[in-house]
């Protein structure tokens, strides 16, 4: 009987330490080099995550599929990356949830066009450079389902952002969807910004989600990451200049190419984020961007599957953070 007893407190005591540590690791998020996510590097070098009590490790992966195994394994907890890319990733299928939006674009990305194209409909049968399955892709989609085109009416050349803007600067290109400093060139080669993500506010987001069982098994510590967010919000709003310097420190940018491309973006507050990933009693913007991206995508192929937008956005952890 004494023999049973230790070894069912034995058993235990090892799930407890197994508890124990699964809780002690730190959040792992994952997410590229991007000035739109610096306020969360600011939250990482200022100790606001500590503050609140979670462990942060942030992690810089350029690989986009690498980071979408890396999230279906287990291997990461989060994943910081645009709405548009958690829809052609399928986030339903990867199990993760996103709970948080940390930047909106403002004339980040667009469209640049020769002088004689004048709308988005004048695009039709000319060469237009971009990357399927890209943000600015996404932003091509939105632009063109609103003026009543489809993508197949053009001729569409697959290429990077930055290769198809280095294209349409050197003439190779009728249009070509990408992002800075292509954008502010536009005017050397005769042409001009058709369109930018200014035109299209809430489109291209980049948020943070969690998989869905680190959402359920460490609730607290997804809050304590988002309250964390908000306090380099708020330190960002209070000490602009140090801020900024902290965070271009930290993605290894030189400050004033950090702050130039600040003009392209806009950091998410509190307000904004209730808006767009919603709260417990009214759905957020991200819901209809999100469907209307699956329909996008779906009918482009580049999404094998529909699934349900609100499937991917969890508001409890944003709620719980805003709780006064």
Known sequence: ??????????????????????????????????????????????????????????????????????????????????????????????GIKQVLAVDFSKGGEGIVAAGDIKTVADLKGR??????????????????????????????????????????????????????????????????????SADKPGLIVDTVAFRADVIEKRPNEVKSFIKAYFEAYDYWKSSPADANAIMAKALGIKDDEFNSSLAGLEFVSREQNQEYIGTSTSAGQITSVTERGIEFYTQAGLLKEKFDAAAVVEVAPLDAALAK
């Open 1 to 94: 009987m004494h023999q049973l007893i230790t070894s069912t407190l034995l058993a235990l005591s090892c799930l407890t330490s197994t508890v124990n540590a699964a809780e002690n690791k730190p959040l792992t998020v994952a997410m590229t080099t991007w000035v739109g996510y610096g306020l969360l590097h600011l939250a990482q070098q200022k100790g606001f995550f500590n503050e609140q009590g979670v462990d942060v490790s942030l992690t810089t992966v350029q690989d986009k599929p690498a980071t979408a195994a890396a999230i279906a394994t287990g291997r990461l907890d989060g994943w910081a990356t645009t709405v548009d890319t958690f829809i052609f990733y399928n986030a339903k299928k990867l």
């Open 127 to 196: 060469t237009l450079g971009a990357e399927e399955g890209s943000s600015t892709y996404f932003f091509v989609l939105n632009l063109f389902a609103d003026s009543g085109i489809n993508i197949k009416d053009v001729k569409l050349q697959s290429m990077r952002a930055g290769d198809a803007g280095a294209a349409f600067a050197a003439g190779r290109l009728d249009a070509a969807a990408t992002w800075d400093p292509w954008l502010s060139k536009a005017k050397e080669r005769g042409g001009h910004v058709l369109a930018s």
